[in-house]
C-alpha cells in the first residue's frame, strides 16, 4: 500500500510540476500565495505529503500561477495537553520547475485542528524559500493556506 501511494505521489508530483509557469527559468524570487490540501498524513504514509496551487510572483513574473507539492517529516504534532510545537525535520518540494529539500520549520497549534506551519526551504541552487501558513484539520480533507516569502540567511 505504502508503495502504491509512494509510486501515485510521485507520478502526481511529474504531473502537476510539468505545467510550467511563464519565465519558470528566470531566477527566483517568489513572493506568491498558495492553497492546497494535504494529500496524506505522516502517520499513514511514513510522510506528510500537500499539494496545491500558487499565484504571485515567479521569478520575473508578476501574475504566475502554478503548482506546489512539498513532502516533509515532523515531530508529533501539538495538542491542547501537550501544545509543544512541531519541528519539522526533513522533506522535498517542487514549485514549478523550481525544486529543493525542506530543511527545517515548526508546526504550532493555533486552536483546535488548527496550526501556524512554518517551513524553510533550500533551493537546489542554494537560494532560500521560506512558507508561512495556516493548516487546517478540520475538514474530512486537511486544507492549508499561507504565502512564499523570499528570505535571506547568513
Known amino acids: 500500500m505504502k508503495r502504491a501511494i509512494s509510486v501515485l505521489v510521485i507520478g502526481l508530483m511529474l504531473a502537476i510540476g510539468s505545467t510550467t509557469a511563464q519565465a519558470a527559468t528566470v531566477p527566483l524570487p517568489v513572493t ?20 496545491g496551487i500558487v499565484q504571485g510572483q515567479i521569478g520575473n513574473n508578476p501574475n504566475a500561477f502554478g503548482t506546489v507539492t512539498v513532502a516533509l517529516n515532523h ?3 501539538p495538542t491542547a ?6 519541528q519539522i525535520t526533513k522533506g522535498i518540494w517542487q514549485l ?3 525544486s529543493g529539500t525542506v530543511i527545517g520549520g515548526l508546526i504550532t497549534l493555533k486552536e483546535d485542528k488548527l496550526f501556524r506551519v ?22 474530512l480533507i486537511p486544507t492549508v493556506k499561507g ?5 535571506s540567511l547568513p
Open 75 to 77: 515531530t508529533d504534532l
Open 147 to 151: 504565502a512564499f516569502v523570499p528570505i
Open 32 to 51: 506568491a500565495a498558495a492553497s492546497g490540501i494535504e494529500l496524506c498524513p505522516q502517520f499513514i504514509c511514513g510522510i506528510a505529503i500537500f499539494t
Open 96 to 98: 514549478q520547475k523550481y
Open 81 to 86: 495537553a501537550n501544545p509543544t510545537p512541531a
Open 118 to 139: 512554518q517551513i524553510l526551504m533550500k533551493a537546489t541552487d542554494g537560494r532560500t524559500l521560506y512558507f508561512d501558513g495556516t493548516l487546517d484539520h478540520h475538514p
